[in-house]
């Protein structure tokens, strides 16, 4: 079976959520014995050979197309972007993604019979119209990350700014339509979570074709209990993601002032790419308390060292992969309803908290290494039952070979 894998960005190295889901992904497929061809975007010029190198030793072919798609790193080319968004039926989310150069690339391949079209991302389903004429026989598989619609609402709710409330409100409105349109064409679509498929269920306004897919990452092993005296406390996530920053940002400014004040013997280590201005400010102003690393090149010398996970996350739809390396890690987990939001697990893997003073109490109550061991090995339960490539993998192969 020949797939054309369409992604916003190439799945190498894995640093963000997003990677590792879309890795997995095409893990999965080039286990099942699928030859797949990968079609994505890059931010950068220069050459990523070696990251390219790591795929094609699962994938039949890699090609990437340049296209900035980060706001903060070309500012100036987003806002015309932007403005011109404006005046299309497409939200910017979407409209940014647009490229001729992905079109010439597709129309190249319309001698390859290919059997599946797989969008990873909603975005990508910008080009399907392209691709139901160059291959009309094949399959359409939408893999929905994220409830883009939901996010895009809840960032809304949360601003305060008159100017990006209505922008955000209007780009939610015409994501909704594309989002929809986007499922009904397709022949199948993979959610997450059955949470997931209500919210999606009911923007649609009916039932469509789906397969239930939770995001598998790879095993990490158990983490062995640590001997810290001080409780080591670990934020992790790309900090370009605005619900990341903001999240962080809130924990920094009302539950360390609490942690403070009652002497509670703890470190926070936050670890993510591009840390604003804000955060490292507000992390300053407790020394030898935080550290802010930066980017890293592997997250697994955190995992092992620190005690537990916090997820202050106010904004969001999906999965957390954060949180799902933690279960393979059998890392306790203090998380918002929303970080936890479309995740299996009970009240003895992850402790839920929405307000500051239940963080405190449950970062407090983590001191106790008979409470982390409990939660540990609950963790790592959920984990093998859930999320172990194993278990991903049958679920991926089934939904590809399975019927319309």
Request: glycine share 6%.
């Amino acid at each position: 079976m020949k797939i054309l894998f369409l992604t916003n960005l190439l799945p190498y190295p894995l640093d963000n959520g997003g990677k590792i889901k879309s890795y997995t992904t095409l893990n999965a497929l080039a286990g099942a014995g699928y030859e797949v061809d990968v079609l994505c975007f890059k931010e950068k010029k220069a050459s990523m050979n070696s990251e390219e190198a790591e795929l094609r030793k699962i994938c039949n072919s890699v090609n990437q197309i340049y296209l900035p798609l980060t706001t903060a790193e070309h500012l100036k080319y987003m806002i015309g972007i932007a403005a011109k968004s404006l005046f299309s039926r497409y939200p910017f989310s979407i409209y940014k993604y647009q490229s001729k150069k992905m079109i010439y690339e597709l129309k190249k391949r319309a001698h390859i019979k290919y059997d599946v079209i797989y969008f990873d991302h909603l975005p990508m389903c910008v080009f399907l119209n392209y691709t139901q004429l160059l291959w009309p026989n094949a399959k359409l598989i939408l893999d929905e990350h994220n409830c883009e619609t939901i996010i895009v609402k809840r960032k809304a709710a949360e601003s305060n700014n008159i100017i990006t409330k209505l922008f955000l409100n209007m780009e939610a409105l015409k994501l909704k339509s594309f989002e929809k349109r986007s499922i009904l064409k397709s022949t199948k679509t993979i959610v997450l979570s059955n949470v997931d498929y209500k919210s999606l269920k009911k923007m649609t306004g009916r039932e469509f074709n789906h397969a239930l897919i939770p995001i598998g990452v790879p095993d990490r092993g158990l983490k062995k209990e640590s001997k810290n005296r001080e409780l080591k406390v670990l934020f992790i996530g790309t900090l370009t993601w605005e619900p990341n920053n903001a999240g962080l940002i809130w924990f920094l400014e009302e539950v360390m002032p609490i942690i403070k004040r009652r002497k509670i013997n703890m470190h926070l280590y936050i670890v993510g790419n591009n840390p604003s201005e804000e955060v490292k400010k507000l992390s300053g102003q407790y020394n030898e308390k935080v550290t802010v690393t930066g980017y890293v090149e592997s997250v697994d010398e955190y995992y092992d060292m620190c005690d537990m996970m916090v997820v202050p996350l106010f904004i969001g739809s999906g999965q957390r992969v954060k949180l799902i390396e933690a279960f393979s890690k059998g890392m306790p987990a203090v998380s918002t309803s929303i970080g936890a939001e479309g995740l299996e697990y009970n009240g003895e893997s992850i402790i839920i908290a929405d307000k500051k003073e239940e963080f405190v109490d449950a970062i407090e109550l983590m001191q106790d290494k008979n409470v982390r061991k409990k939660y540990r090995i609950n963790a790592r339960r959920i984990y093998e039952k859930y999320y172990s490539p194993d278990t991903v993998s049958k679920l991926i192969q089934c939904a590809i070979d399975g019927g319309d």
